[in-house]
């Protein structure tokens, strides 16, 4: 369906003078317009139970070669003033989605039916499934994808990547829940239905150490499904001595019995942690 657009696309992004054309304009045009509306994702799953997803590098490929082809222009709203070549997301009650004042999501962005934005930020090429609250002052970066019935709360940061196109975005799947002040940054990936407590940083880097069993289990840039993750430190030799690092801990598994929009202070009381 989209193969004419995806050649076009490609040819554009080897050859930059091609950006001139109209055709090739209105075909990067008709890719970012598909984005907004949920047609195509930047990245999208093949296996849901395996936690399996692939980056569509040629729809990252044509947001981005989207900004040159955008004038920039001034933008107001009464005293307020701003100058951009974005677009800003309209028709938010057509879309059914509810959005607080000041909420921002640029165009280029989908946010499903049933998403709730609190005063927050989501940029270009970003997808928020339904059910999903964006809570005040939390950002939701480019190209990230945001699954059904999370919540973000307060203060967090999902980070956004659109370069290089090869590299996956971040991924937060259905059902998590994701502690205020928390970052999820360089292509992280939380898996479905997992807790992360307040200020967790999860960095493609972070060791993210299992705990819940007789050995610690690293994994890197990696949450597993239904893992209740807190803050912690580990101990590291470096020359000038041994020093505490930053970590993430699993402590746990999210109990069938906890349901899934409960509160964080829930979520974490079994384990007798307090955040």
Known sequence: MYSELKKIVEQAWEERTLLQQDDVQRAI????????????RTAEPVDVEKSLWQVNEWVKKAIILYFPIQPMRKMQAGELEWFDKMELKHGYEE???RVVPHAVARYGAYIAPGAILMPSYVNIGAYVDTGTMVDTWATVGSCA???????LSGGVGIGGVLEPVQAAPVIIEDNCFIGSRSIVVEGAHVCREAVLGSNTVITGSTHIIDVTGPEPVTYK???PARSVVVPGS???Q????????SCALIIGQRKES???KTSLNDALRDFGVSI
């Open 234 to 236: 580990y101990r590291k």
């Open 95 to 97: 879309l059914g989605v």
């Open 238 to 245: 470096f020359p000038a001595g041994e020093y505490s690092v």
């Open 221 to 223: 840039g990696y949450v």
């Open 29 to 40: 045009r008709a890719v970012v317009e598909a984005v907004d509306k949920g047609e195509l």
């Open 145 to 151: 994808q945001i699954g059904r019935h999370v919540h």
């Open 258 to 260: 906890t349901d899934k």
